[in-house]
Structures are given as structure tokens and as C-alpha cells.
């Protein structure tokens, strides 16, 4: 097993028993002291921000720099499930060791020991433990990968639209009893309002999601549901905390059994949560931090007052296409991006999008070629040593598609001149996602978080040509509820056409050849 001990074999030995060449903390990590509270210690943390973490403790001028040594990251899990525990009981034993894989698409690999993550606590079993952290004066980043979707914003069309909803039933049972938090909402607002009572300022909240100004997000959020709590809490935390907005950027798939299996045979660790990344990594965030931060411009990150340029690069490019691949290989039953990429009719449907629908409405960022970038993505998506699975990336589609294709879908909707025939594609294949079976007749389950009961039945119906009143129930879903006010009776049914396409020839006969 990974483990302090571990390090010191693997110090003295440059190679070790014969394998790959691994990395390890330079740093002593016995006198780095936690900063940074993270809730969601999935693998893009652990590839991004910890990454980033890990490489400023190593800079050889922090090495006898106290304060630069006060940013270790304490993770926290809100989910009590079996693989939750497992992880917790595998961050336990490994003493928040794991390795890091870094593969680029030549085939080159570097792998090395990350020690930035100090502990991991569960939340639903140590929940006053990870308060008393919240409200410690050490404390100063408070920081967020909780999905594109756990923010719990309204964006149903309305008067509400745009605001933090309060009547779903985790939020409410927090707001009647705020002492014993369940959601990340309530452990900040408690953890604040003791910070407040002691007399101690407030913290940096750092959204490291896929989010369209997720620091504005973020603030309304937090602020919401403060604001529900006590007015005077949510005022004190508008002023003391800030609630930067970041652009982030790196693949980071998901680790089955046997990639686990190859990646330790490969660095010869025992390593119970390795991980693999591309060796392409990306953080723009704006330099708005409440209590101090860590030397992250001295790694590779960007400090910009124009995030939402390289945001909205990002999330209409990298995203969108990322969806539109992930949802035809489920229909398809391909398993890996880069073998959905490799079909002519995706990559040519993927680049009219991006080339007709989505770069010509896109102001570029600073010093960035949008065609150029088009280019590095679909570089990044063919990286076979990613073996990036479609399934994880079609999760939560629902939620995904209002962050990744709202913008490009009210551009083209909106404009009376533009073809929006892919753009009718898109949602067709969203649609027939959600419905859950592959061309070839097999089902499959997705994670749909933003879906009740009644929502995935309606979801699932099949029968298109059997009753056009159940047929239109479709476009009820909240996938559409960001650009609902554009549809109308004429689009749903070009649609609804076009799902019949997709089902008749497949999706890569229909994508070769045009609908009418």
C-alpha cells in the first residue's frame, strides 16, 4: 500500500524495482498544515487543484517558508454510499497519498506522488469535526467540485429563475435544523456563522466547476441560502468572503479495475486510488482572494480579470462537443471518446458545430485562436491513453446541456438567418440519451440527478409515432428550461423528426446524410 513509509523507499530509489520513474513530495509533508477545506474530492480535484497545490509546496523557495507550508487541503465527502467509504477508508489508510499518471497523446508518461490532500473527512459521519475546520482561524480557501448541477439554482423560466432554490428537501430540512448540515450550504453557512461569533474574518469560496461564472454562481448560492438563515449571516459573508470566478480545464477519466491495475503495474505502487490525467492542464481564475492564497501563478495558473472569455471558450467548445460525442456513443455503444472521435460523420458534425454554430457568436480570449483551439481539443479528445469513458461524461446530461450548449443554442435560435438544423440534432440525440436505449435495442442507465420519478418516465417513453400529446411531454424536461421561451411548436416537431431519424438509420447514417 501507498503510505508515508512508501515515500522514503521510493526517495532513495530514483527507479523503483525495475518500474517507471516516480515523482515524490519534496516537501516535508509532516510541517504542511491544512488552509484549504474541499468539498467533492473527486479525480478532477485531484488532478487540478490539488495538482496545483502539490506543485507550489515543492518550489524550492518554499522549502523553509512557514506560510508557504500553510495550505495543505482537508477533502470532505457529503455522500455516505459503499464507494464513499471506500474512499474515505482508502484516503485513511494511504494517509491522502496517491499517485498521478500524466499521459500525453505521443505516449510519454510521468507519474508522480501527490501530498497536498492532509485528510479526508466524511460529512455525514464526521460532520461536527468538518464545522469546527470550517470555523478554525487556519482556515482560508474554501473550495468546490461538487458538479455542474449541485449548485441548486432555478432555471425554470419565471420569477425565480436565477435563484437559489429553497424548497428542496436537503435545503429545507438544513434551514429547520442548521446546527446538523447535510448539504454543502449548510456546513459553509454554520461554518461561517461560527467564524462570525468568534470574531475571525472570512474566507475565500472557489468554485473549480464547469460553470459558466461559477464565482457568480457560487455567491448566489451561498448567499441564498444564508440569506434564508439569517440576514445578518448573509450580509457578513457579502462583505468578508469573496467568491472568485475560474475557468478550469484538464481530462481526468475515470479509473476502472484494470486501468487501476495497469497504472500500479506501471509505477509499481499499491496504490488503492490512482489516477490518470492528460498532460494538458488549465486554471484562469481572477485574483480576488479573502484571506491570502498560495503561490499558484509560479505553477502555470493565470490570473485574468476576463475568465469569462476563456469560460465561455471553454465550456461552448470543449464541452459542447464533448456532450454531442459522448451522447452518439451511448446510442452507438462505443465505450471510449476517442473511438467515437474517430468516426468521419462525429468529427464532421463536431466541426460544423463548432465552425458554423458556436465560433462565429464567440468573442475569443485574449491571445487565443478559436480555430487553433478547436484544434487542440479534438487533439486532447483523441488522446488514446485517456481511454475516456462516454459514460461519465454523459452523466448528468440534463444539467450539462443547460451549462454547455444554452449560449450556442439561443444564438442559433434566435437568429431568423442561421441554419439550426444541428442544433436540432443536438437535442434529438439528447433526447434519445435520456430515453436510454442503444441503437441496437439494449438499455442503459445514466445518472440523471436533475430528474424525478415522473421526469425520467416521460424520459423513457418510446413510442414517438403512438400519441403525439405523450410525444411532446419531451419537451416539459428541464433540459430545455434554459431556452424554453424559444421553443416553439414548429421546432419541437423538426425535432421530434429527428429523434425518427436517428432511431430508423442510426446515428452515423443520419448524421452523413441531412435531414430535410
Known amino acids: 500500500m501507498l503510505t508515508p513509509e512508501t515515500l522514503k523507499s521510493l526517495a532513495s530509489d530514483s527507479v523503483h524495482a525495475g518500474k517507471a520513474q516516480v515523482g515524490v513530495p519534496v516537501y516535508d509533508r509532516a510541517a504542511v498544515t491544512p488552509g484549504i477545506v474541499h468539498f467533492g474530492v473527486g479525480n478532477f480535484f485531484r488532478a487540478h487543484l490539488a495538482n496545483y497545490v502539490d506543485r507550489v509546496l515543492s518550489l524550492p523557495e518554499n522549502a523553509s517558508d512557514p506560510q508557504a507550508r500553510q495550505w495543505g487541503i482537508i477533502g470532505v465527502g457529503l455522500r455516505e454510499s459503499p464507494r464513499a467509504l471506500r474512499k474515505a477508508e ?19 508518461r510521468d507519474i508522480r506522488v501527490l501530498g497536498a490532500l492532509k485528510g479526508y473527512l466524511l460529512a455525514p459521519r464526521e460532520g461536527e469535526k468538518v464545522l469546527a475546520l470550517l470555523a478554525s ?48 450550504f449548510g456546513f459553509v453557512a454554520e461554518g461561517m456563522r461560527r467564524r462570525r461569533a468568534a470574531g475571525l474574518g ?85 485574483d480576488k482572494f479573502a484571506a491570502g492564497r498560495p503561490a499558484f501563478e509560479k505553477v502555470g495558473v493565470q490570473f485574468s480579470d476576463q475568465v469569462s472569455a476563456f469560460e465561455h471558450a471553454k465550456i461552448r467548445m470543449l464541452n459542447c462537443s464533448h456532450l454531442i460525442l459522448s451522447a452518439a456513443g451511448m446510442l452507438m455503444g462505443v465505450d471510449l471518446v ?85 442544433i436540432i440534432t443536438m437535442q434529438a440525440l439528447l433526447l434519445e440519451l435520456l430515453r436510454g436505449r442503444r441503437e441496437d435495442g439494449t ?33 416539459t424536461l428541464p433540459a430545455f428550461d434554459s431556452w424554453r421561451d424559444l421553443m416553439t411548436p414548429e421546432l419541437e416537431d423538426r425535432i421530434s423528426r429527428e429523434r425518427r431519424r436517428l432511431r430508423c438509420l442510426g446515428v452515423l447514417e443520419a448524421l452523413a446524410a441531412p435531414s430535410a
Open 90 to 108: 482508502d484516503f485513511v489508510a494511504q494517509d491522502g497519498l496517491y499517485s498521478l499518471t500524466e499521459a500525453a497523446t505521443g505516449g510519454a
Open 443 to 475: 438499455l442503459f442507465e445514466l445518472e440523471e440527478p436533475a430528474l424525478d420519478e415522473a421526469q425520467l418516465e416521460i424520459a423513457h417513453y418510446e413510442g414517438l409515432d403512438e400519441s403525439p400529446g405523450k410525444e411532446r411531454e419531451v419537451f
Open 338 to 422: 476517442h473511438d467515437v472521435l474517430a468516426y468521419p460523420q462525429l468529427r464532421r458534425f463536431v466541426d460544423d458545430v463548432l465552425d458554423r454554430d458556436v465560433i462565429p457568436t464567440l468573442q475569443a480570449p485574449p491571445g487565443v485562436d478559436l480555430v487553433a483551439y478547436k484544434d487542440t481539443i479534438l487533439t486532447r479528445f483523441a488522446n488514446k491513453a485517456m481511454a475516456d469513458q462516454v459514460a461519465r461524461i454523459a452523466a448528468d446530461a440534463t444539467s450539462k446541456a443547460q451549462v454547455f450548449w444554452t449560449e450556442t443554442v439561443r444564438s442559433v435560435l434566435e437568429n431568423p438567418d442561421h441554419d439550426p438544423s444541428r
Open 202 to 286: 472570512g474566507v475565500t469560496i472557489l468554485s473549480c466547476d464547469n460553470l459558466r461564472h461559477n464565482g457568480d454562481v457560487s455567491r448566489k448560492a451561498f448567499l441564498g441560502y444564508a440569506q434564508a438563515l439569517d440576514p445578518e449571516l448573509a450580509a457578513w459573508m457579502e462583505a468578508n468572503c469573496t467568491f472568485p470566478n475560474a475557468m478550469v480545464d484538464r481530462i481526468t477519466p475515470s479509473v476502472s479495475q484494470e486501468t487501476m491495475d495497469r497504472l500500479n503495474a506501471r509505477s509499481g505502487l499499491q496504490d488503492l486510488q490512482p489516477l490518470l490525467a492528460e498532460d494538458f492542464t488549465q486554471w484562469v481564475v481572477e
Open 137 to 184: 482561524p487556519e482556515t482560508r480557501i474554501v473550495s468546490l467540485t461538487i458538479t455542474e448541477g449541485g449548485y441548486n439554482i432555478d432555471e425554470t423560466p419565471g420569477p425565480n429563475r436565477g435563484k437559489f432554490r429553497l424548497k428542496t428537501r436537503a435545503v429545507a430540512e438544513d434551514l429547520a435544523d442548521s446546527g446538523h448540515p447535510k448539504t454543502v
